[in-house]
């Protein structure tokens, strides 16, 4: 009964009209199958790409950690740039597959690169400086360095910026321009480091005494090197005092520890030796006409 029913409407003219045109326009027009297959082809190109820069960032990281002159920073800058290369690739190939001509984009890019080199002169020449660092390796990760006028620890790098963490834990980013244009003092490439310390004391106290209870307070400090071995030896003579320079050498992780003990320790060894440190003060004679 169902089987003759759906022959009669088949028969039926209207209905068959109906059927043919949306399978034309399915046929011709729609094109179903084609736009599938252009999400997953580009889906696939967009895939492809994110594994390149996996796998990049990867390869970068084991070539820094096993090669000396091929530093960490080095290796962020090189798998930065191309990651970015790699994405430009794919988005160009993802545009030219659903067909979006880039002849008219390609053709103006002269001008527009043009305006753009005097609009992102400072992102250009930020590149060209992190390009600079990385060949000169002037700091590596974890590095405590002086950039001009600003301290901390070396965190991170990429194309644009530096990465600082300061003392009191603040985040400092620096663009790579004004990282490169001024002094770098690296603390934590070297072995070991020089504590530049000052103790003043009065005109009235025995100096060789001073010097030898310095020496004995010194010596008592395992962090600080035997060789070079300690300078304390008098530094100037002031208004109102003497002044004794201290200059022992330690690794750089134990500069801070040595430096803030020295100054909690030398005030009462000097006090309990009969050595004082001297203050500003006035006399006052009183003359009787």
């Known amino acids: 009964m169902l089987l003759l029913e759906a022959a009669a409407v088949a028969e039926d003219p ?37 594994v390149l820069v996996a796998f990049v960032k990867r390869f970068f990281r084991k070539l820094a950690g096993r090669s000396k002159k091929f530093t960490l920073i080095m290796a962020q800058l090189v798998w930065k740039l191309c990651a970015a290369i790699i994405w430009i690739i794919a988005i160009v190939a993802v545009l030219g597959i659903f067909g979006i001509d880039l002849t008219p984009v ?7 690169g043009v305006v753009l080199g005097f609009a992102l002169q400072e992102s250009i020449s930020s590149l060209f400086s992190g390009i600079m660092i990385a060949i000169n390796s002037p700091f590596r990760v974890g590095d ?49 480091r020089r504590l530049d310390m000052t103790v003043t004391v009065r005109y009235s106290d025995d100096t060789e005494k001073t010097k030898a209870v310095i020496k004995d307070l010194i010596s008592t400090y395992p962090e600080v090197l035997k060789d070079p071995a300690p300078v304390i030896e008098i530094g100037s003579y ?33 006090r309990a030796n009969g050595i004082d440190m001297p203050y500003n003060q006035m006399d006052v004679h009183l003359v009787n006409d």
Request: aromatic share 10%.
């Open 14 to 50: 209207d209905i068959a009209k109906v059927v043919e045109d949306i399978s034309n326009g399915l046929s011709s027009g729609f094109h179903i199958p084609k736009i599938v297959t252009t999400i997953a082809i580009a889906a696939i190109i967009l895939i492809i790409a994110k």
């Open 106 to 112: 390609l053709a103006g890019l002269g001008i527009t």
């Open 144 to 192: 405590w360095v002086d950039i001009g006028d600003i301290s901390g620890s070396v965190q991170s790098m990429d194309l644009m910026c530096v990465t600082l963490s300061s003392a009191d834990n603040k985040k400092i980013t620096m663009n790579n321009k004004n990282v490169w244009g001024n002094t770098i003092v690296n603390y934590s490439y070297i072995d070991k």
């Open 238 to 270: 002031n208004d109102s005092s003497i002044a004794i320079y201290v200059r022992p050498w330690v690794s750089p992780s134990d500069y801070w520890n040595v430096y803030w003990r020295f100054n909690a320790d030398i005030l009462k060894t000097l």
